[in-house]
């Protein structure tokens, strides 16, 4: 014996624990089906009316505009700090002009995305971009006026065609009705719009007029706002410019023209920003022009008037070797003039005192003096760019002003002393040129001053030359301006949407499906303090054998019936037999055992469990009394034959007069099962009880019965079980699933570690059949035909529930050939 019971406790240990978890869910197998196709019908329904979101690119490289060098008298600024800072243009600054919202805002008024159209048909509303039959051209947007219109939700409008020229509008928010022509200007309180068929518009059947459309007016401003936020803009390479451009959004089309319009509006900023200095430079050389054309007409005149006052028409030379001479040092003056001309202008251009815009590439021979025009010119730019969109108080445009006032004056200085060393060398030629002109001192007069006319006339001409050509120059340059970002690729969609994801919803779904009822039934098993099958009752009280499970009753019939074969029936049986077990055990074998019957507290079901357990044993053909010993609550009195007036157990303790045989009664329930019942109600049950009439009342009755079953009181609210507890053979201890509380079985084991209970067993009434232990779920309905369809509508709808639910927890081989007695 002591074996075989060390090889269940090993099979037990060995026993998957995962088994178990896995058969704890599989018996709501039906809440897991019905949750899952719930969620997903629900996410399917989701998916059919969300909006989808497809990902739209675009790629640029940034063109490296690098500065060619930098001279001797650059460095020596550089290494004084005055050009730190002022280098190549930073790739993260163009990735913030890209971003920037004046970018933003200047897309929105060019494509006209203020200005959206709905088609209100159908479940959801569409918006249609480039797809609306009629569309609106604006004239004239007053802001404000249509803030207003939005907080009164006065911009929304329904525009239909009437006929073939006629357009109706009505504004959805007042009601009011306007009627205009197509083409025809139309002015509402914040616009002024003309209507004009879309030529693209396509439509999907065949119609006689172009369906309504509403057109909703918003704010530029928020527009831009929401655009600037979708648009993404990333460096793909820290070591190269190329860039992408990216966005979100439900209409790929109106994305791919966002992207495209960003990318155009970058480049003409930027087109301009070059144009600028070209169209500075180009002023200034048309000026000087002006003058030099001016000084150089006076210069050819005073030449005529010389010729014809002395009457010549040609000079004789003098000295060939001495005009030679003097030819290559006339040539070096008018080279140092032309300098000194050009220095002297550009000092006096920036002794005026403003921040404007530098001529580059005139003519000054000095490279370094180039180098600083040319980043003069930039931080011009770059100031001017930054006061678009900040005030004079930004703290980049004052440093920027710092770096221009210092630029000025290192300009200034070395264009001063460019200045001085042109007048250096102009003296040194003067001097020279007097040397020569001392040895022409012969030459006639008339000949010397034809020839000083002459050199004035050809250093005029050379400047006037120098200046067209480079107004040519800057001609060229400025037409040949090319974009700065160089588009790599065109904004394109990705050819599938990114949300909503559907395979990712329904994966989700379908686990949510599956996660609310372990959610469900988890949470149910934290939140039920009460007793719900034999495990419940082991953990806590592991010593004490159970020796039957009674299902929960699904009818008003009861067991004792004749020829019962419900579930109830069968689970007494078993009942019956474990007890018997249990005597065998404990080495009784004869007759006149003695079973107590108690609970914790009341309505557990011990009368129940007393009559039904007692009807099981009658049946068999033994000779079985029920005795009431609940002295304070009797429930026997309902199973005899005028049991309310009937003498009992308390008649007998009180009188030592009565008889125990005459006490004894017959039941109405079957001929071998005897009553004594409990009598009337005293006013000192637990004295009663100590008396030692007790056990002689137990002594004299053991050997006329078979069996004797004792209903007692509650164990936890009277003492009167305990006082008696030594007359039993063995204790049923009667649990009911659902309704005792599991901190009640400490008091039975409480009561297990102080002796007070001795030779427990027990027995867990009312459970659920998908609560069952062992084979009893599958077992009790062995045999058993199902109900009929007529027998099902006599039965409540709880029971149908119920028996719905133990056909869904158990096997479908057992299903096949068992059934619920519900009767």
Request: proline share 4%.
């Amino acid at each position: 014996m002591a074996r075989k019971k060390d090889i269940y406790s090993t099979t037990k240990q060995k026993e998957p624990e995962f088994r178990e978890l896995l058969d704890r869910y599989l018996r709501y197998w039906p809440l897991f089906v019905l949750s899952t196709l719930f969620i997903l019908i629900c996410s399917l329904i989701y998916l059919s009316f969300a909006t989808p979101t497809y990902f739209s690119v675009a790629s640029v490289i940034i063109k490296d505009e690098k500065s060619n060098g930098s001279s001797k008298d650059t460095d020596n600024f550089t290494s004084l700090g005055f050009l730190g800072g002022i280098g190549t243009n930073s790739i993260e600054n163009e990735l913030g002009i890209l971003r920037s919202k004046r970018m933003m805002t200047n897309v929105v008024r060019a494509l006209d995305l203020n200005v959206v159209y709905y088609d209100m048909e159908g479940f959801r509303t569409r918006e249609l971009y480039k797809q609306s039959p009629f569309l609106l051209q604006l004239q004239q947007l007053d802001e404000k006026k249509l803030r207003e219109a939005i907080r009164d939700e006065k911009n929304f409008f329904e525009l239909t065609i009437i006929g073939t020229q006629q357009v109706q509008i009505k504004n959805l928010g007042d009601e009011s009705i306007l009627q205009t022509e197509l083409n025809t200007p139309v002015t509402l309180e914040f616009a002024t719009f003309t209507v004009r068929k879309n030529e693209n518009y396509q439509s999907s059947k065949e119609e006689l007029a172009p369906p309504p459309v509403t057109i909703q007016f918003k704010s530029i401003e928020s527009i831009a706002s929401q655009y600037q936020s979708q648009l993404i803009v990333e460096l793909i390479d820290e070591n190269a410019t190329l860039i992408m451009l990216s966005m979100e959004d439900p209409l790929p089309q109106k994305a791919r023209d966002v992207l495209n319009q960003v990318v155009f509006e970058y480049n003409r900023e930027a087109i301009e920003d070059k144009n600028l200095i070209a169209e500075n430079t180009a002023f200034f050389i048309d000026e000087r022009l002006s003058i030099i054309n001016k000084e150089l007409d006076s210069v050819e005149s005073g030449k005529e008037r010389f010729k014809e006052t002395n009457s010549l028409a040609d000079l004789q030379l003098g000295s060939e070797l001495i005009m030679q001479n003097a030819s290559e040092y006339n040539i070096k003056q008018q080279e140092v003039n032309t300098q000194l001309e050009l220095v002297t202008s550009m000092i006096r251009f920036l002794g005026s005192g403003k921040s404007e815009l530098l001529p580059s590439n005139i003519g000054i021979t000095d490279p370094g003096v180039q180098q600083l025009i040319n980043e003069y010119n930039q931080l011009i730019i770059e100031r001017n760019r930054l006061l678009v969109g900040s005030t004079e108080n930004n703290p980049r445009v004052v440093n920027l002003e710092s770096q221009i006032n210092q630029l000025r004056s290192n300009l200034r200085t070395s264009f001063e002393r460019i200045r001085t060393n042109l007048r250096i060398s102009r003296n040194s030629l003067q001097k020279q040129a007097g040397l020569l002109g001392s040895q022409i001192s012969e030459v006639p007069a008339q000949e010397r001053q034809f020839r000083e006319i002459e050199r004035q006339q050809n250093i005029k001409e050379a400047l006037y030359l120098f200046l067209l050509q480079k107004r040519e120059e800057n001609s060229l340059a400025l037409a040949a301006t090319g974009p700065k970002a160089k588009i790599v690729d065109q904004a394109y969609t990705l050819p599938y949407k990114i949300s909503p994801n559907s395979n990712i919803i329904l994966f989700a779904s379908l686990l949510f499906g599956l996660a609310l009822p372990v959610l469900y039934i988890n949470s149910k098993t934290l939140l039920n303090n009460k007793v719900r099958n034999r495990n419940d009752i082991r953990k806590v009280v592991p010593t004490i054998p159970l020796v039957g499970e009674l299902p929960h009753l699904t009818s008003d019939d009861q067991v004792f019936q004749p020829n019962n074969r419900s579930s109830m029936s069968e689970a007494f049986r078993i009942l019956n037999n474990n007890i018997q077990h249990e005597l065998y055990k404990s080495g009784d074998t004869g007759k006149g055992a003695c079973f107590f019957v108690t609970s914790t507290i009341k309505g557990e079901g011990k009368t129940f469990t007393t009559i039904n357990l007692a009807m099981t044993m009658a049946r068999g053909g033994e000779r079985v009394l029920v005795v009431g010993f609940d002295l304070r609550n009797p429930q026997l009195n309902q199973y005899a034959i005028d049991g309310k007036s009937l003498p009992g157990v308390s008649n007998y303790l009180k009188n030592n007069q009565e008889h125990l045989e005459s006490l004894i009664t017959d039941s109405k329930l079957h001929p071998n099962l005897k009553l004594l019942l409990s009598g009337p109600i005293p006013t000192n049950p637990s004295e009663l009880l100590r008396k030692k009439k007790v056990g002689e009342l137990f002594n004299e009755i053991r050997g006329k019965f078979d069996y004797i079953i004792v209903d007692t009181a509650p164990s936890m609210l009277v003492a009167d079980t305990f006082i008696i507890n030594n007359h039993s053979d063995l204790l049923l201890y009667v649990v009911r699933a659902g309704y005792t509380k599991k901190k009640m079985l400490d008091f039975v084991a409480d009561a297990q570690a102080d002796k007070k209970l001795t030779n427990a067993l027990f027995i867990l009434n009312d459970v659920k059949l998908s609560e069952l232990g062992y084979g009893n779920k599958y077992g009790y309905t062995y045999g058993q035909e199902r109900p009929n369809a007529i027998k099902l509508l006599r039965i409540s709808l709880k029971d149908k529930l119920n028996y719905l639910m133990s056909l869904f927890t158990t096997s479908s081989v057992d299903k096949a050939d068992s059934g619920t007695d519900l009767y």
